[in-house]
């Protein structure tokens, strides 16, 4: 009796990990517009419990910056070996974990020799962004990343983490370049990495950033608005206004399922939003 229902779950498991690759397959491209649809309604990934390999090691793009900082730390924690690539290297961090880290120094957007950085990378997780001009936010979040995105493929490396950002309606015509920097680099990671892609769609993120020698407590702002809007989920769908209400995300959450994401082998691909962040980020420990 014992096998037989030890069969009928390994079946069941199975159709599971079917589904999933289906929706890998066909879900997310709009046949209009070629942009990326509503992010998945997916049930939470089942929990692991056990240590990751000792081999698994870890390649943060934009390592060094507020988001890319906590992702490593958090890497870390898990125990994974953690490498960083940035255009400025190695940070002033003086912060006895970031000495763990293995700093490189590159440009996405320049030559093939940040592509070292690869070396022994099991999973990638890409922060890299940045805002300015139209034609400079497409290129530091679309082309910097599609870079990456390609290499990562042609290495074999087997997932791969971006951090993308959540619509905001009328911001995103006044950000052009930024948005369509984003959603191009996620249409990549679809071709590239069908059923080894995770996009994280926060909103705005708060925590300790630094800012030179100063460090700024954003916290004291987004985590009340969290704890207002997180309960006002169906005001976004609002015309206009809607998405503005978009609940910010504390920086450890995205740090801990941007993690998750590149090493737990049963987290389902696909674009997790705001909501899937935080509730990812509360369960308990992989």
């Known amino acids: ?19 999933w690759g289906s929706i890998g397959r066909g879900r997310y491209l709009s046949t209009e517009s070629n942009k990326i649809d509503e992010p998945l309604k997916v049930e939470d990934a089942e929990t692991i419990n056990t240590p990751p390999p000792a081999s698994e090691k870890v390649l943060v793009l934009g390592g060094n910056g507020f988001v890319g900082s906590h992702i490593c730390k958090e890497a870390l924690d898990r125990g994974l070996s ?23 120094q590159g440009d996405l957007l320049s030559g093939d020799s ?47 983490v971006y951090i993308s950002a959540s619509d905001f309606g009328v911001i995103n015509y006044l950000l052009q370049g930024y948005y369509e920097g984003k959603r191009a680099t996620e249409t990549e990671l679809l071709t590239k990495f069908p059923y080894g892609h995770v996009i994280l769609r926060p909103g705005f993120i708060y925590g300790t950033r630094r800012v030179g020698n100063m460090k700024l407590p954003l916290g004291v702002i987004g985590s009340p608005l969290e704890m207002v ?21 504390d920086v450890k959450a995205v740090a801990k399922v941007a993690v998750r994401g590149a090493i737990d082998p049963v987290f389902p691909p696909g674009i997790v939003d705001v909501y899937g962040i935080r509730r990812y980020s509360q369960q308990k420990a992989f």
């Not at 009796?1 to 589904?19: D, E, F, G, K, Q």
């Not at 490498?83 to 490189?104: C, E, F, Q, T």
């Not at 809007?229 to 995300?249: D, E, F, H, M, R």
């Open 229 to 249: 809007l997180q309960y006002a989920k169906s005001l976004n769908q609002i015309p206009v206004i809607g998405p503005l209400l978009t609940p910010p995300v």
């Open 82 to 104: 953690v490498a960083s690539l940035s255009r400025s290297g190695k940070p002033s961090i003086k912060d006895p974990w970031a000495n763990k880290v293995s700093w490189h």
């Open 114 to 160: 940040w592509k070292e950085a690869l070396n022994e990378v099991t999973s990638v997780i890409s922060c890299v962004g940045g805002f300015g001009s139209n034609t400079f936010m497409y290129k530091i979040n679309g082309t910097a990343n599609i870079n990456a995105v390609r290499a990562a493929a042609e290495k074999g490396i087997k997932r791969f």
């Open 1 to 19: 009796m014992s096998r037989l229902i030890h069969s009928r779950l390994s079946l069941s498991r199975l159709s599971c990990s079917n589904t």
